[in-house]
């Protein structure tokens, strides 16, 4: 096997450290020696020799190109200064990101903002015992004696206060395991808790908290504080120095944590590898939801055998998604050299290994390296930044904003962004203090009404069920937050003030907070994914095709008219090359925003263009085909043109669509197309199943992906839009076709492409429909038809016809009782009340499409 690619994406992806100390001064008390060993005292003496002293000590010389002694690495390290080895350590790493827990008393050590200077973000870990033994070193104000209720409202209140914000607080810590062990006990009674406070505070200051009672007690509250926020708890487990009674610190013990209802859904992380624990720690992050892994300290303290004696343990069991990264980092810039050089050492091993045993494939170990290093921690924490798969630190993007959380002063405007029912892009624009403030944990109010507007009318639709009564909370989803770049804004704007930026947001509609409403396009999309992950333990990934014009600005007759910037054909290189600057900044911005283009190019109709991006899972896919738009439009615009997606702009000309590639996954694995040369059409049955279900019920799916009047000028026989109710294998001309792309062995099909979807639609209600059908497929086994070789239009009288008009859809749809079942009956009357009134419009204004380019 070639290993190659896979040492590539080990030794090239920029890492995120998610846990690690503050570096002390050079003339610190705490000495060099003391960052290879977790030993103190007479048995510090034996550190040098341990294997992983000698390696470490080896390494660290090389770095510095000096003699491999101690003695001269720290002669080197005197006469360099501290920003100098850090500044190497640090480039040598190539870390983007570290989360420092600065509870760890050390001497000399240097705050948080001093780290910014080697590592472009940083973000703060606070440590709840420290939080809780600082408040206690306090005389209160009116001198008074402590109480627990005293000292628990003051802890909350100091919680509350901290901006849980950019470089502040990303997430909590917990070293109970140093103090009383892990055994927590969630339901510790106030009478042991307010005796075991008054058992610390007799002891006098500095105040230490070693009573179990009490300490179960700060714990408990702190992970209701952690859901409250919603902060990830890292929690110290395994190994540490000899403070610590290794027999307590086994994760096995948080099992009344684990399993205590009202922690759910906290993300806790056990640090360490849980090292000697790493097969238990393994089996926990495999069967509780909430429970992450975190191998810093592990490595780079252990031998080398051992380090990856212990990863391989804790992928034994662990979902590759639940493993992350760190240094452990401390004291010196060196540990975080070591912790990555190590790290990227061990996990190619690892990754190789498991590919050789035929655990993985190369390419899933890629994506495992990837994930691990960097994109689990990024999702853990919700780290907003764009981190390079393959490439060097200078090419981490320059904007890093904790995702979710508060921006830096530059940025003065959030815009929450939703898409309604007809498919058209909203936006509530709220400045950063009160986005950070309230609207991220309360939302913003919208009324009913706003699922119930069509494409000409700013008001509910008859027949919707949704009025102006009533209000919703517009409420963001943290995870989809990013800087939009400068040139969405207006020139006029930056001109006036250039430090400004804004920031954007994809929003989820909740009747109040955590109670999702369930005319919700997104969480429609999630409920419907549910289904059929939970029976058919599938999940389907998309990947988006977007045609659009690009429109420019003429008058006639001392009218505006928009007309189409070219004449060019298919492919031209002179059409692309009359926009080749626009397509640069679109790639670019869509690559700040994680977004994948896979290629692009002009389309057959004049001023016509397509962009196809990568596919993933279903619902990224939604959000990142929304954000394509919002991109194009705005680069487009700042160039003095118009983008539409509009399916027929002209009646005279060709539509534009939106096609849609959909594959099948199971467990990292494509199982659409078939494991073996058996299948009849190179799919494997399940993807037979679910596909014969999406043409069987396409006729109503279509009040979906072509959801109006307009998208039937361009459903047409002879354009490449599929007209007839078939499939086809590469033809173009069918609406459902199986392709096989390149690196794809012949004979099997990897996904198929939805031609009859457009830009009007809404793409996570769209996504939810074709879920439904293919759930129908599967559950009754539906086979399809023979495909067609031919032009269907050549067929005519053979083939069905699939709707000639909304009105058409619209009924198929009213007659479906399964996509009624699996979408959910109340969303099912608002769109059908938004597409009658969208036909009833339409139909008495017949010029009114020609508006859609400045809606879609």
């Given at each position: 096997?070639?290993?190659?690619?896979?040492?590539?994406?080990?030794?090239?992806?920029?890492?995120?450290?998610?846990?690690?100390?503050?570096?002390?001064a050079?003339?610190?008390?705490?000495?060099?020696?003391?960052?290879?060993?977790?030993?103190?005292g007479d048995?510090?003496a034996?550190?040098?020799?341990?294997?992983?002293?000698?390696?470490?000590?080896?390494?660290?010389?090389?770095?510095?190109?000096?003699?491999?002694?101690?003695?001269?690495?720290?002669?080197?390290?005197?006469?360099?200064?501290?920003?100098?080895?850090?500044?190497?350590?640090?480039?040598?790493?190539?870390?983007?990101?570290?989360?420092?827990?600065?509870?760890?008393?050390?001497?000399?050590?240097?705050?948080?903002?001093?780290?910014?200077?080697?590592?472009?973000?940083?973000?703060?870990?606070?440590?709840?015992?420290?939080?809780?033994?600082e408040?206690?070193?306090?005389?209160?104000?009116?001198?008074?004696?402590?109480?627990?209720?005293?000292?628990?409202?003051?802890?909350?209140?100091?919680?509350?206060?901290?901006p849980?914000?950019?470089?502040?607080?990303?997430?909590?810590?917990?070293?109970?395991?140093?103090?009383?062990?892990?055994?927590?006990?969630?339901?510790?009674?106030?009478?042991?808790?307010?005796?075991?406070?008054?058992?610390v505070?007799?002891?006098?200051?500095?105040v230490?908290?070693?009573?179990?009672?009490?300490?179960?007690?700060?714990?408990?509250?702190?992970?209701?504080?952690?859901v409250?926020?919603?902060?990830?708890?890292?929690?110290?487990?395994?190994?540490?120095?000899?403070?610590?009674?290794?027999?307590?610190?086994?994760?096995?013990?948080?099992?009344?944590?684990?399993?205590?209802?009202?922690?759910s859904?906290?993300?806790?992380?056990?640090?360490?590898?849980?090292?000697?624990?790493?097969?238990?720690?393994?089996?926990?992050?495999?069967?509780?939801?909430?429970?992450?892994?975190?191998?810093?300290?592990?490595?780079?303290?252990?031998?080398?055998?051992?380090?990856?004696?212990?990863?391989?343990?804790?992928?034994?069991?662990?979902?590759v998604?639940?493993?992350?990264?760190?240094?452990?980092?401390?004291?010196?810039?060196?540990?975080?050299?070591?912790?990555?050089?190590?790290t990227?050492?061990?996990?190619?091993?690892?990754?190789?290994?498991?590919?050789?045993?035929?655990?993985?494939?190369?390419?899933?170990?890629?994506?495992?390296?990837?994930?691990?290093?960097?994109?689990?921690?990024?999702?853990?924490?919700?780290?907003?930044?764009?981190?390079?798969?393959?490439?060097?630190?200078?090419?981490?993007?320059?904007?890093?904003?904790?995702?979710?959380?508060?921006?830096?002063?530059?940025?003065?405007?959030?815009?929450?962004?939703?898409?309604?029912?007809?498919?058209?892009?909203?936006?509530?624009?709220?400045?950063?203090?009160?986005?950070?403030?309230?609207?991220?944990?309360?939302?913003?109010?919208?009324?009913?009404?706003?699922?119930?507007?069509?494409?000409?009318?700013?008001?509910?639709?008859?027949?919707?069920?949704?009025?102006?009564?009533?209000?919703?909370?517009?409420?963001?989803?943290?995870?989809?937050?990013?800087?939009?770049?400068?040139?969405?804004?207006?020139?006029?704007?930056?001109?006036?003030?250039?430090?400004?930026?804004?920031?954007?947001?994809?929003?989820?509609?909740h009747?109040?907070?955590?109670?999702?409403?369930?005319?919700?396009?997104?969480?429609?999309?999630?409920?419907?994914?549910?289904?059929?992950?939970?029976?058919?333990?599938?999940?389907?990934?998309?990947?988006?095709?977007?045609?659009?014009?690009?429109?420019?600005?003429?008058?006639?007759?001392?009218?505006?008219?928009?007309?189409?910037?070219?004449?060019?054909?298919?492919?031209?290189t002179?059409?692309?090359?009359?926009?080749?600057?626009?397509?640069?900044?679109?790639?670019?911005?869509?690559?700040?925003?994680?977004?994948?283009?896979?290629?692009?190019?002009?389309?057959?109709?004049?001023?016509?263009?397509?962009?196809?991006?990568?596919?993933?899972?279903?619902?990224?896919?939604?959000?990142?085909?929304?954000?394509?738009?919002?991109?194009?439009?705005?680069?487009?615009?700042?160039?003095?043109?118009?983008?539409t997606?509009?399916?027929?702009?002209?009646?005279?000309d060709?539509?534009?669509?939106?096609?849609?590639?959909?594959?099948?996954?199971?467990?990292?694995?494509?199982?659409?197309?078939?494991?073996?040369?058996?299948?009849?059409?190179?799919?494997?049955?399940?993807?037979?199943?679910?596909?014969?279900?999406?043409?069987?019920?396409?006729?109503?799916?279509?009040?979906?992906?072509a959801s109006?009047?307009?998208?039937?000028?361009?459903?047409?026989?002879?354009?490449?839009?599929?007209?007839?109710?078939?499939?086809?294998?590469e033809?173009?001309?069918?609406?459902?076709?199986?392709?096989?792309?390149?690196?794809?062995?012949?004979?099997?099909?990897?996904?198929?492409?939805?031609?009859?979807?457009?830009?009007?639609?809404?793409?996570?209600?769209?996504l939810?429909?074709?879920i439904?059908?293919?759930?129908?497929?599967?559950?009754?086994?539906?086979?399809?038809?023979e495909?067609?070789?031919?032009?269907?239009?050549?067929?005519?009288?053979?083939?069905?016809?699939?709707?000639?008009?909304?009105?058409?859809?619209?009924?198929?749809?009213?007659?479906?009782?399964?996509?009624?079942?699996?979408?959910?009956?109340?969303?099912?009357?608002?769109?059908?009340?938004?597409?009658?009134?969208?036909?009833?419009?339409?139909?008495?204004?017949?010029?009114?499409?020609?508006?859609?380019?400045?809606?879609?």
């Amino acid at each position: 096997m070639e290993f190659a690619e896979l040492r590539e994406a080990v030794e090239k992806t920029e890492l995120v450290d998610g846990h690690a100390h503050n570096i002390v001064a050079l003339d610190s008390a705490f000495a060099f020696i003391n960052s290879f060993s977790e030993a103190s005292g007479d048995a510090l003496a034996y550190a040098p020799h341990s294997l992983s002293f000698k390696r470490n000590l080896r390494n660290i010389a090389e770095l510095y190109g000096c003699e491999s002694s101690l003695q001269a690495v720290e002669e080197h390290r005197r006469s360099s200064g501290l920003h100098s080895i850090s500044s190497v350590c640090f480039e040598a790493a190539n870390i983007s990101a570290v989360l420092i827990d600065d509870g760890l008393k050390l001497d000399k050590k240097q705050d948080i903002e001093w780290h910014k200077s080697f590592v472009p973000f940083v973000g703060r870990i606070l440590r709840i015992e420290t939080l809780a033994e600082e408040i206690l070193d306090q005389d209160k104000s009116n001198g008074s004696p402590w109480t627990l209720d005293i000292f628990i409202e003051t802890f909350l209140e100091k919680l509350r206060s901290y901006p849980f914000i950019a470089d502040k607080i990303v997430g909590l810590k917990s070293i109970a395991a140093y103090r009383s062990g892990l055994e927590i006990n969630t339901h510790v009674t106030k009478k042991d808790a307010e005796e075991g406070l008054a058992e610390v505070l007799r002891a006098g200051k500095p105040v230490r908290i070693t009573n179990k009672s009490l300490i179960d007690c700060i714990f408990t509250h702190s992970l209701e504080a952690a859901v409250s926020f919603d902060l990830p708890l890292q929690i110290h487990t395994g190994f540490g120095d000899k403070d610590l009674d290794l027999r307590l610190s086994n994760p096995l013990h948080l099992r009344t944590v684990l399993e205590d209802k009202r922690f759910s859904k906290c993300r806790l992380v056990l640090l360490h590898a849980s090292y000697p624990f790493s097969k238990e720690a393994s089996y926990l992050a495999s069967v509780y939801q909430q429970v992450y892994l975190d191998f810093g300290l592990a490595v780079p303290k252990l031998s080398f055998h051992g380090m990856i004696s212990s990863i391989k343990e804790l992928l034994e069991l662990a979902p590759v998604k639940k493993v992350m990264f760190s240094t452990d980092g401390y004291a010196s810039p060196e540990t975080y050299y070591l912790g990555a050089k190590r790290t990227r050492e061990v996990l190619f091993s690892v990754l190789r290994d498991a590919c050789i045993d035929g655990d993985l494939s190369v390419a899933e170990a890629i994506e495992a390296a990837k994930d691990i290093c960097a994109r689990n921690a990024i999702h853990f924490y919700k780290i907003n930044f764009d981190v390079k798969s393959f490439g060097s630190k200078d090419n981490v993007h320059s904007n890093f904003v904790k995702k979710g959380t508060d921006a830096p002063e530059d940025v003065s405007l959030v815009r929450i962004i939703w898409v309604d029912a007809s498919g058209q892009h909203r936006c509530r624009v709220v400045p950063t203090k009160r986005f950070n403030d309230v609207v991220t944990k309360n939302g913003v109010g919208l009324t009913f009404a706003c699922m119930g507007m069509t494409s000409a009318v700013d008001g509910p639709a008859d027949e919707t069920n949704l009025t102006g009564t009533g209000e919703i909370r517009l409420l963001p989803d943290l995870s989809t937050k990013f800087r939009i770049p400068c040139f969405i804004i207006s020139d006029v704007t930056l001109f006036l003030n250039r430090e400004k930026q804004e920031e954007m947001v994809l929003a989820d509609m909740h009747l109040k907070p955590g109670e999702a409403w369930e005319y919700c396009p997104r969480e429609a999309l999630r409920r419907v994914s549910k289904v059929l992950k939970e029976e058919f333990n599938l999940v389907l990934n998309a990947g988006f095709e977007n045609e659009f014009y690009l429109l420019k600005s003429v008058q006639s007759e001392g009218k505006e008219e928009w007309v189409p910037i070219d004449s060019t054909p298919y492919c031209s290189t002179a059409g692309y090359n009359a926009v080749a600057p626009i397509f640069h900044e679109v790639v670019a911005y869509l690559h700040s925003l994680n977004i994948t283009v896979e290629q692009l190019h002009p389309e057959a109709g004049k001023g016509q263009f397509e962009t196809a991006m990568g596919h993933t899972v279903c619902t990224s896919a939604a959000d990142n085909l929304i954000y394509t738009r919002e991109v194009i439009r705005a680069v487009a615009r700042k160039h003095g043109l118009l983008a539409t997606f509009a399916p027929k702009y002209a009646l005279d000309d060709l539509g534009s669509g939106s096609h849609v590639h959909i594959s099948l996954w199971q467990n990292g694995e494509n199982v659409f197309m078939a494991s073996d040369g058996s299948s009849r059409h190179g799919m494997s049955d399940a993807g037979e199943e679910f596909m014969a279900g999406v043409l069987y019920h396409l006729p109503s799916i279509l009040a979906f992906t072509a959801s109006v009047p307009n998208s039937y000028d361009r459903i047409q026989p002879n354009t490449w839009s599929g007209a007839y109710q078939c499939w086809g294998k590469e033809n173009r001309e069918v609406p459902l076709r199986t392709a096989c792309p390149p690196g794809v062995r012949d004979g099997l099909v990897s996904n198929f492409e939805i031609k009859s979807f457009d830009g009007c639609a809404n793409p996570h209600l769209s996504l939810a429909a074709i879920i439904a059908g293919g759930i129908d497929g599967l559950r009754k086994h539906l086979r399809l038809p023979e495909p067609i070789d031919a032009n269907p239009a050549s067929l005519d009288g053979k083939l069905k016809r699939l709707p000639v008009s909304l009105s058409e859809s619209l009924e198929a749809l009213r007659k479906d009782d399964v996509l009624h079942d699996i979408i959910g009956e109340k969303l099912l009357v608002a769109i059908k009340g938004v597409r009658k009134a969208e036909i009833d419009y339409y139909a008495k204004n017949k010029d009114a499409y020609k508006q859609l380019i400045h809606r879609y």
